[in-house]
T-cell receptor
Framework: DQQVKQNSPSLSVQEGRISILNCDYT??????FLWYKKYPAEGPTFLIS?????DKNEDGRFTVFLNKSAKHLSLHIVPSQPGDSAVYFC??????????FGAGTRLTVKP | NAGVTQTPKFQVLKTGQSMTLQCAQD?????MSWYRQDPGMGLRLIHY???????DQGEVPNGYNVSRSTTEDFPLRLLSAAPSQTSVYFC????????????FGPGTRLTVT
């Protein structure tokens, strides 16, 4: 039972353009959402998060949007850079410490 | 700070063998957790701990044991390895259970033959 889904296994964009990564969840008890970035042979690193009381959070080139009614969140990267090429994981958690991750989206930013 | 460290980086086991994956953090974090990453499945929570002496099960705990005798260390024990436990294992920590942003170790790649 995958409660967090990333339906696009991969995404390729041109350097300088916008990257949009999508994530859907099914559990309405989730109230905190995160994005992690992972390079090969390394552990994931935290990128950005959003609480369910907000619908947008921005950090530099990264913006996360949350649509609670649709149970959908997205990560926007503007402008995309070759160094952003990595696997991005969406994660969600409620108040029970049980964090659920999506399967990941591999982003490739072409120079 | 070394952050979150994991040993070994790679391990090959035969079916039925047991082993312990080590995890340590030097950030005085209360919350520690173990995940496994499998292709197409993302990361799945195995066990977690909200402080020394306290552990609980995550999404996929069967076949694994944990203990937390100190704040720094959170070892994961495979009791009798099975090929289904072939995976990459990540340990993570955060300041407290209310700090959702976790710091991950570099991972241990385990193959069970």
């Amino acid at each position: 039972d995958q409660q967090v889904k990333q339906n696009s296994p991969s995404l390729s964009v041109q350097e300088g353009r916008i990257s949009i990564l999508n994530c859907d969840y099914t559990n309405s008890m989730f109230d905190y959402f995160l994005w992690y970035k992972k390079y090969p042979a390394e552990g994931p690193t935290f990128l950005i998060s959003i609480s369910s009381i907000k619908d947008k959070n921005e950090d530099g080139r990264f913006t996360v949007f949350l649509n609670k009614s649709a149970k959908h969140l997205s990560l926007h990267i503007v402008p995309s850079q070759p160094g952003d090429s990595a696997v991005y994981f969406c994660a969600a958690s409620g108040d029970n410490n049980d964090m659920r991750f999506g399967a990941g989206t591999r982003l490739t930013v072409k120079p | 700070n070394a952050g979150v460290t994991q040993t070994p980086k790679f391990q090959v086991l035969k079916t039925g063998q047991s082993m312990t994956l080590q995890c340590a953090q030097d950030m005085n974090h209360e919350y520690m957790s173990w995940y496994r990453q499998d292709p197409g499945m993302g990361l799945r929570l195995i066990h977690y701990s909200v402080g020394a002496g306290i552990t609980d099960q995550g999404e996929v705990p069967n076949g694994y044991n944990v203990s937390r005798s100190t704040t720094e260390d959170f070892p994961l024990r495979l009791l009798s390895a099975a090929p289904s436990q072939t995976s990459v294992y990540f340990c993570a920590s955060s300041y407290s259970r209310l700090s959702y942003e976790q710091y991950f170790g570099p991972g241990t790649r385990l193959t069970v033959t």
